[in-house]
């Protein structure tokens, strides 16, 4: 299993996740949604589209734009939509590094 895990919290697990530019891409069914909220921040890849963000909050204590994710990727980026990443701080663990 592969985790993210924030001020102490499992925000996403899966068993595996798409690999992009050397971030993780948890598939949306894996997140624990009670920590998201949808951010206004946008922003635009010249390849994957434009990416949308969401601000994580755990024991009161938010991270801003956290996390993002491409509801409407290019062609080229398909395979990750609405699959999310996370931005360093939010750490990604795997189950064999425990």
């Known amino acids: 299993m592969i985790r993210a895990v924030w001020n102490g919290e499992v925000l996403a ?9 050397g971030n993780h891409y948890f598939p949306p069914e894996s997140l624990r949604r009670e920590h998201f909220s949808e951010s206004r921040s946008r922003s635009l890849c010249f390849w ?4 949308r963000y969401y601000d994580v909050t755990v024991h009161g204590q938010t991270y801003e734009a956290a996390a993002w994710y491409y509801p409407r990727p290019s062609p080229l980026a398909r395979r990750i939509r609405d699959h999310v990443a996370f931005w360093p701080g939010v750490g990604i663990e795997r189950e064999d590094d425990r």
């Open 13 to 21: 697990e899966a068993p595996s996740t798409v690999m992009v530019e």
């Open 48 to 51: 994957k589209g434009v990416a």
